[in-house]
């Protein structure tokens, strides 16, 4: 047998598993912790092409977690999105990206996405959540949504989890998994104006950018994220819809709710794709 760089992914897979992965054409929207792991595991796994969404660049304070950032980067304040598809580059020269260094409320990125027939979400707040969870149901994308959570109190950890929530063709959704927060979803999405008046008039949430965050939990939910991906495009088996994973106690539960009957968004109650309207997500300007 002659050797390539795939060799003992064929031993797994078969060339034909192979020729699948390297076909398969995704998005990853949010080049954060988990993002760039995503990104990185992707590109050795030879995916072929990729859209890369996020408009943030660089601070110091994710040199503890961003994969192939550099001081240099931060310094500089590379865009998160030039640093993953150097990352893919270095990796696979062959592979397809398509940056794109805006919000994900763009045109650009919403028309990128529709096309897209993979998309990993690895956003952290419930609003972007919210507008990938719709687009995905719209368009019956496969939506994977990767997020963790570290909660301290006082001197205590009380929470070191992270969970994968998968939705196909309008079978699942964040809001069927109880994991998205639709108050907070429609308070972040709202224009800064509303948002600031809420506030002043007691009706705010509060703001939850600067949480606590770990690279290994991002590791091993970007992992069970690319796994799940894996198995999916292999044919080896039915994806799961929802994985958490449990980091004070070391395991991983598979959740096995249904749908709910009533469910607003993979209900398609919204609509399909332009019936969805999910351009009105757009932000003036940009
Ligand atoms: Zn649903």
Same mark, same amino acid.
Request: charged share 25%; glycine share 8%.
């Given at each position: 047998?002659?050797?390539?760089?795939?060799?003992?992914?064929?031993?797994?897979?078969?060339?034909?598993?192979?020729?699948?992965?390297?076909?398969?054409?995704?998005?990853?929207?949010?080049? %954060?912790?988990? %993002?760039?792991?995503?990104?990185?595991?992707?590109?050795?796994?030879?995916? %072929?092409?990729?859209?890369?969404?996020?408009?943030?660049?660089?601070?110091?304070?994710?040199?503890?977690?961003?994969?192939?950032?550099?001081?240099?980067?931060?310094?500089?304040? !590379?865009?998160?999105?030039?640093?993953?598809?150097?990352?893919?580059?270095?990796?696979?020269?062959?592979?397809?990206?398509?940056?794109?260094?805006?919000?994900?409320?763009?045109?650009?990125?919403?028309?990128?996405?529709?096309?897209?027939?993979?998309?990993?979400?690895?956003?952290?707040?419930?609003?972007?959540?919210?507008?990938?969870?719709?687009?995905?149901?719209?368009?019956?994308?496969?939506?994977?949504?990767?997020? !963790?959570?570290?909660?301290?109190?006082?001197?205590?950890?009380?929470?070191?989890?992270?969970?994968?929530?998968?939705?196909?063709?309008?079978?699942?959704?964040?809001?069927?998994?109880?994991?998205?927060?639709?108050?907070?979803?429609?308070?972040?999405?709202?224009?800064?104006?509303?948002?600031?008046?809420?506030?002043?008039?007691?009706?705010?949430?509060?703001?939850?950018?600067?949480?606590?965050?770990?690279?290994?939990?991002?590791?091993?939910?970007?992992?069970?994220?690319?796994?799940?991906?894996?198995?999916?495009?292999?044919?080896?088996?039915?994806?799961?819809?929802?994985? !958490?994973?449990? %980091?004070?106690?070391?395991?991983?539960?598979?959740?096995?709710?249904?749908?709910?009957?009533?469910?607003?968004?993979?209900?398609?109650?919204?609509?399909?794709?332009?019936?969805?309207?999910?351009?009105?997500?757009?932000?003036?300007?940009?």
């Amino acid at each position: 047998m002659e050797f390539n760089r795939y060799s003992r992914q064929i031993l797994a897979f078969g060339q034909e598993g192979q020729n699948k992965i390297e076909s398969a054409n995704v998005a990853v929207v949010g080049l %954060g912790g988990i %993002g760039s792991q995503i990104v990185q595991a992707l590109a050795h796994l030879g995916v %072929g092409s990729f859209v890369l969404i996020d408009d943030d660049f660089v601070d110091i304070s994710n040199l503890n977690r961003l994969i192939g950032a550099t001081s240099q980067d931060a310094e500089e304040k !590379t865009l998160k999105t030039v640093v993953s598809e150097r990352q893919i580059r270095n990796i696979n020269p062959k592979a397809k990206v398509q940056p794109i260094l805006k919000n994900l409320r763009s045109a650009d990125a919403i028309k990128a996405l529709i096309e897209c027939p993979i998309i990993f979400g690895c956003v952290d707040h419930d609003g972007p959540r919210l507008v990938l969870m719709e687009l995905a149901s719209a368009y019956k994308r496969i939506l994977i949504d990767s997020a !963790t959570e570290i909660i301290p109190e006082g001197d205590k950890i009380t929470s070191f989890d992270g969970r994968v929530v998968i939705s196909r063709d309008g079978d699942y959704c964040l809001d069927c998994a109880q994991q998205i927060d639709m108050d907070r979803a429609k308070w972040e999405l709202e224009s800064p104006e509303t948002r600031e008046s809420r506030r002043a008039h007691g009706y705010g949430l509060p703001d939850i950018t600067n949480a606590p965050a770990v690279i290994s939990l991002n590791g091993v939910i970007a992992n069970l994220a690319v796994t799940e991906f894996l198995v999916l495009v292999t044919g080896l088996r039915e994806p799961n819809h929802h994985l !958490t994973y449990y %980091g004070l106690r070391g395991n991983v539960n598979i959740r096995i709710n249904k749908r709910k009957d009533d469910c607003f968004t993979c209900g398609y109650l919204y609509g399909q794709c332009e019936g969805a309207n999910i351009f009105r997500y757009i932000l003036p300007g940009i």
